[in-house]
């Protein structure tokens, strides 16, 4: 059964506004966006008020993780905050799991999208070098931890990430990617959005 929603809109100044228009036209949920500061994870962890409109507009609700976090990132600090903000939007979706079989398809899981960062690189005189391609071996150490985690924060609840497509993959971020869906825990998702900016789809 094919579901219809809506992206957390620019347009629309609060959260309220989102699901009285997701409403209005009839959809079925709305994508919270993390790149959105009234969507953070704080704020989504205020998990009643969350539940209360869901069950007051019957409909429900999926998660766009934030495009910056990057569970590869050399900085320990940096990735431990990424990996723990993972964790935390974890916890929300489970909750999130029993509206959406109410009020949408039970068959489907709830998705949390994520972006894979591509990492920095070095410009030099003939040539740009990705530090993640360079450091392969650790950038791969990095995803391996990450879905070991994920595995083990997902368990056996109704909630996968999936990768989706933005302006295409690198090759080293092609096998981190086949890398992760060896687990159940991960899917892929199609943005016709992004294919659709970087010539994929024609008219």
Request: one cysteine or more; hydrophobic letters at 40%; a negative charge.
């Amino acid at each position: 059964m094919m579901q219809f929603g809506m992206p957390t809109l620019i347009e629309n100044r609060t959260f309220e506004d989102n699901v009285k228009l997701c409403k209005d036209l009839g959809l079925k949920f709305i994508e919270l966006n993390m790149n959105f500061p009234e969507y953070q994870i704080d704020k989504l962890e205020y998990i009643d008020y969350f539940l209360n409109v869901e069950k007051e507009m019957q409909v429900y609700y999926t998660i766009h993780l934030d495009e910056n976090m990057n569970v590869a990132d050399f900085n320990p600090l940096v990735r431990e905050a990424y990996l723990e903000t993972a964790r935390r939007t974890i916890e929300v979706a489970k909750q999130f799991v029993e509206i959406k079989n109410q009020y949408g398809n039970e068959n489907q899981p709830l998705i949390l999208n994520m972006h894979m960062h591509h990492g920095i690189y070095i410009t030099l005189s003939d040539k740009k070098v990705q530090m993640y391609e360079r450091d392969f071996d650790v950038y791969m150490n990095h995803f391996k931890t990450f879905r070991e985690l994920v595995e083990k924060w997902i368990g056996d609840s109704d909630v996968k990430i999936a990768i989706e497509n933005t302006s295409g993959f690198k090759d080293y971020e092609i096998k981190a990617i086949e890398y992760l869906l060896k687990s159940p825990c991960f899917a892929l998702t199609w943005d016709i959005g992004h294919s659709k900016k970087n010539g994929i789809l024609m008219e």
